[in-house]
Nanobody
Framework: QVQLVESGGGLVQAGGSLRLSCVAS????????MGWFRQALGKEREFVAAARWSGSSTYNTYYADSVKGRFTISRDNAKNTVYLQMNSLNPEDTAVYYC????????????????????WGQGTQVTVSS
């Protein structure tokens, strides 16, 4: 059974940082995309960041415009883990953050589409106070 378990959420002041972790078990996702989405209260779930195998032992990364330059996604395949380093947080970043993984290789055009992710974690709350 595949499981994704997030951790690292919490309460932080504006301008602060958090690092989210997502550990996968049940299978590896070395060559498929893993990413982060978030859902604020009363809003739809939205894409945040993803890392997709580039075919040459590295990953291409993708970010939502709202987090570009502040958030960094990384992967540690030895630990079957994906991270999201979040810096310069602001209250608009408050949301439940979800880790997600694709079961098969897809094109870059699919990387930001929630429906293209097959596995999801339970979410971790991030709250940024002003």
């Amino acid at each position: 059974q595949v499981q994704l378990v997030e951790s690292g959420g919490g309460l932080v002041q504006a301008g602060g940082s958090l690092r989210l972790s997502c550990v996968a078990s049940g299978r590896t996702f070395t060559r498929t995309a893993m990413g982060w989405f978030r859902q604020a209260l009363g809003k739809e779930r939205e894409f945040v960041a993803a890392a997709r195998w580039s075919g040459s032992s590295t990953y291409n990364t993708y970010y939502a415009d709202s987090v570009k330059g502040r958030f960094t996604i990384s992967r540690d395949n030895a630990k079957n883990t994906v991270y999201l380093q979040m810096n310069s947080l602001n209250p608009e970043d408050t949301a439940v953050y979800y880790c997600a993984a694709q079961s098969a290789i897809t094109s870059p055009a699919m990387i930001k589409l929630m429906g293209r992710y097959d596995y999801w974690g339970q979410g971790t709350q991030v709250t940024v106070s002003s």
